[in-house]
């Protein structure tokens, strides 16, 4: 999720000649997944739904939090968790059609990123659970093995999931455990009601004021446009023109003047419950 000092901390590592192999094996493997054809079959998520709806609660201020304690906390729940995973692992994404096949890895992204949270609990952001001594979060770590491959949470996000589909509503569906994040959903994502759920998604941050604000007749948005500007253009008037698209007429009327965009943040505390 984060783009900026992770990925020049990489590039570091790889300049030094520190698992340059390793690294480019991963970025194979992953790119494979990106070009899988498209069949028509569907996976059956009901599992990831029953673990949502217990324990993803949606907050009066929009943002919806997740009951990490309890989660961890039931035994039960941990092991449906790894079942999900596990049945996620031996799938046959190929068969699946392409609404199918996107819905897969957002949901697999998402279960990933809560068993890193359930695995280091209690934690206050996901950024200080660092498997190694200079990692700055566990993207980077393998986190599970699909077709014989070793796929990171950044392989899934940039290595399958953004060049593989090409929509870059991608980052309203995928979770980091972040306030500053777009939701985790209380229902698992699906084939059949992936375009009009990818909207909800993208109106729902889109107009939550972490996701784009005016203050003062100045445009303040989240650094998810700033990190993946690239993928909404470019360009501040891409950015903007992208906001615009899923605007509500409050943010929509704000946004009309304005031409570039003065400022971004975002909010890495856990999104705990």
């Known amino acids: 999720m984060q783009m900026d000092r992770r990925f020049l901390l990489g590039g570091a590592l790889a300049t030094a000649g520190l698992g340059v192999s390793g690294a480019a094996l991963a970025q194979t493997g992953a790119a494979r997944f990106a070009r899988l054809g498209a069949g028509a079959g569907v996976f059956d998520h009901a599992a990831w739904d029953r673990l949502l709806e217990a324990y993803v609660r ?5 943002i ?30 190929s068969a699946l059609s392409r609404p199918e096949q996107f819905a ?36 980077g770590q393998p986190a599970a093995r699909i ?33 500053g994040c777009p939701n985790l959903a209380a229902r698992a994502w699906r084939g ?9 998604a993208a109106r ?5 004021p972490r996701g784009a604000r005016i203050e003062a007749g ?28 899923f605007a509500a007429p409050p943010l929509r009327a704000g946004l009309a003047p304005v ?10 505390r856990l999104n705990g419950a």
Request: with cysteine; glycine share 8%; proline share 3%.
């Open 58 to 62: 949606p907050g009066a201020d929009g």
């Open 64 to 93: 919806n939090r997740i009951r990490y304690g309890a989660w961890r906390d039931a035994s039960a729940d941990r092991a449906a968790l790894a079942a999900y995973i596990a049945a996620l692992a031996g799938a046959r994404i």
């Open 104 to 139: 897969f890895w957002v949901n697999l992204y998402n279960a990933l990123t809560v068993r890193t949270i359930l695995d280091a609990f209690p934690v206050r952001s996901i950024r200080d659970i660092r498997p190694t001594l200079l990692s700055i979060g566990p993207w």
């Open 147 to 179: 077709d014989g491959v070793d796929l990171s949470l950044d392989d899934i996000e940039h290595r399958i999931l953004r060049p593989g589909f090409g929509d870059n509503r991608v980052h309203y569906a995928v979770n980091c455990a972040s306030l």
């Open 192 to 200: 059949a009601t992936l375009e009009a759920d990818l909207d909800i």
């Open 204 to 208: 729902a941050f889109i107009n939550h």
């Open 218 to 245: 100045r445009l303040r948005v989240s650094s998810i446009f700033h990190w993946y500007e690239a993928d909404f253009g470019g360009t501040d008037a891409g950015v903007i023109a992208h906001l615009a698209r």
């Open 259 to 268: 031409r570039t965009i003065s400022g971004h943040d975002y909010d890495w």
